[in-house]
């Protein structure tokens, strides 16, 4: 199906605006008049890039934690025109980089109306533009394509053929009455369908080794060539690969001559720093969905969101876990999102206004991500909870190193003391936190407890501090300072 080229996606790529209207010429004589000469991809690539880099703008908005690493190898790689693979465990945002390229093309791009190459009115290359402009002369219709309509992707798989990547002869158009050797009787491939736009390959090495030969010319001499025909398309892209370590050397491979042709070859990595793996779950994580955007979205506190990271690094660090496969940041941005929905569960439930999430909803979280790990003893017996036990002791171990971090040297005897007489204070995932902090009085410190957990003198409430509390009688439990009992959804501190 051929798309409209003036069209405007309802989303502009990240970190890029979007004009309402193209650009005024029509015609390719308006075109020509305007003085604008024709720009290859990577031109344009390297132009935008530069100007971004002297405005001190970030030049690949919304990419986290790549900022002293991976970006500054690829800016090198596209200011030199290089084509380029990501290589990089799973879930390290190989995609989403590669995504984001397309902010760095102009805006609006002319094209000849109707050409499925995205044919630059004054630079044709099929025989269909060049008859077109043999027949309509300075009045051939030119079209504006945006640039989010400029990329295009395939996920490489084993039954991915030739035809889907480069094209093949169309049997319709032959029966139209036209003949096999008329190059008009070819039905181009994604790749060529992305003419002066950016075409990434995802999963390369999974792509059969006969399949990556017929990428060889598109990466050199920036042609494709189609069964017998004597078709030669000079293609204007950008090709971007992403792959797997694993893949790259086990699985999969890529054949020799390609990567050879690839002009730059960048490692990605997981967030080395705690903050990035905070800023990464901030942008990501999507918690306000889940009772809709207003005041009623839940709120999870920012040491609850320390912990879930603290427990993705301790996870990708165990010696349990299988390194080679990694710990996606998926697998820390579902478990964000699972305890924001047992603080909505637990509203909905107990008659809460405000959802805010607490160390009791925490646990949720093991059960869910169990399947995102892939741990080293894989083959062991399905039903073995080992697996379960790492993690819930992961967790507990993120949950001591955040309050140590929040919390060291807070006075925390007040509350201490309330359990010296013997009493408990019942917790679970279904308790509100009226029930919990009626069950304590008057908390002493509670102001510097709040303060921090970094919660703001202004927009204190009483889920804020009953998730407060329950994080520092957690904290004092497992640092030895008070008991602990739990039994399914209940939770008793001081028992």
């Known amino acids: 199906m051929r798309r409209t080229v003036v069209e405007v996606t309802d989303a502009a790529p ?57 970006v500054p190898e690829v800016e090198r790689a596209l200011i030199a025109g290089h084509d380029l693979v990501l290589l990089g465990e799973r879930g390290q945002g190989k995609t989403r980089l590669i995504r984001t390229l397309v902010g760095l093309l102009d805006e609006w791009t002319p094209v000849l109306v109707g050409s499925e190459l995205n044919e630059h009115p ?19 219709p030119v079209g504006w394509l945006h640039r989010s309509e400029r990329f295009g992707e395939k996920l490489a798989t084993p039954d991915t053929s ?39 390959v995802n999963e390369l090495p999974d792509l059969a080794e006969r399949i990556q030969v017929a990428l060889l010319n598109v990466l050199e001499e920036r042609d494709i060539q189609i069964r017998g025909y004597r ?29 050879d042709r690839f002009g730059a070859e960048v490692r990605t990595h997981y967030p080395i720093e705690l903050a990035d793996e905070v800023r990464l ?75 805010v999430a607490r160390v009791v909803d925490l646990p949720s979280i093991v059960p869910a991500s169990r399947g995102k790990v892939e741990f080293a003893d894989a083959g062991s017996d399905p039903d073995d ?4 036990e790492v993690l819930e002791h992961l967790l507990r171990q993120a949950t001591a190193q955040t309050f140590r971090a929040r919390c060291g040297g807070l006075d925390l005897t007040g509350l201490q ?4 007489g013997g009493d408990t204070v019942e917790s679970g995932d279904l308790v509100p936190a009226a029930a919990l902090l009626g069950q304590l009085g008057t908390i002493p410190h509670l102001a510097q407890l709040l303060g921090r957990l970094g919660v703001p003198e202004g927009e204190q409430s009483a889920e804020q501090a009953a998730a407060a509390v329950e994080f520092a009688l957690e904290g004092l439990w497992l640092t030895r300072r008070l008991a602990k009992d739990t039994d399914g959804s209940r939770t008793v501190y001081g028992a």
Not at 417 to 420: A, K, L, Y
Request: charged share 20%; proline share 8%; net charge negative.
């Open 14 to 70: 990240l970190g890029t605006s979007q004009s309402p209207t193209p650009p005024a010429p029509t015609t390719l004589g308006e075109l020509r008049a305007a003085g604008a000469p024709p720009k290859p991809v990577k031109a344009e690539i390297r132009d935008n890039l530069l100007a971004r880099l002297a405005a001190g703008q970030p030049s690949l908005p919304g990419i986290v934690g790549f900022e002293d690493t991976v």
């Open 122 to 140: 004054l630079q044709p290359i099929s025989v269909w533009a060049h008859r077109q402009i043999a027949e309509h002369g300075d009045a051939t």
């Open 162 to 200: 030739v035809g889907d990547l480069i094209g093949d002869v169309d049997p319709i158009k032959v029966a139209e009455g036209r003949t096999l050797g008329d190059p008009e009787t070819v039905h181009y491939g994604l790749v060529p369908r992305t003419n002066r736009g950016i075409f990434s």
């Open 231 to 259: 078709v030669r398309l000079p293609l204007d892209l950008l090709l971007v690969a992403s792959a797997n370590p694993e893949d790259y050397t086990n699985r999969g491979r890529i054949i020799t001559p390609l990567k």
């Open 281 to 355: 779950l901030h942008q990501e994580a999507q918690t306000g969905w889940l009772t809709g955007n207003g005041l009623d979205a839940p709120l999870v506190p920012e040491h609850l969101v320390e912990i879930v990271a603290r427990f993705t690094r301790l996870v990708r660090e165990s010696s349990h876990v299988d390194q080679r496969s990694g710990v996606s940041a998926r697998f820390a941005i579902a478990g964000l999102e699972t305890v924001a929905a047992s603080a909505v569960r637990r509203a909905a439930v107990a008659g809460e206004t405000r959802p």
């Open 385 to 388: 909870d080992r697996d379960l």
């Open 417 to 420: 003391e309330h359990f010296t």
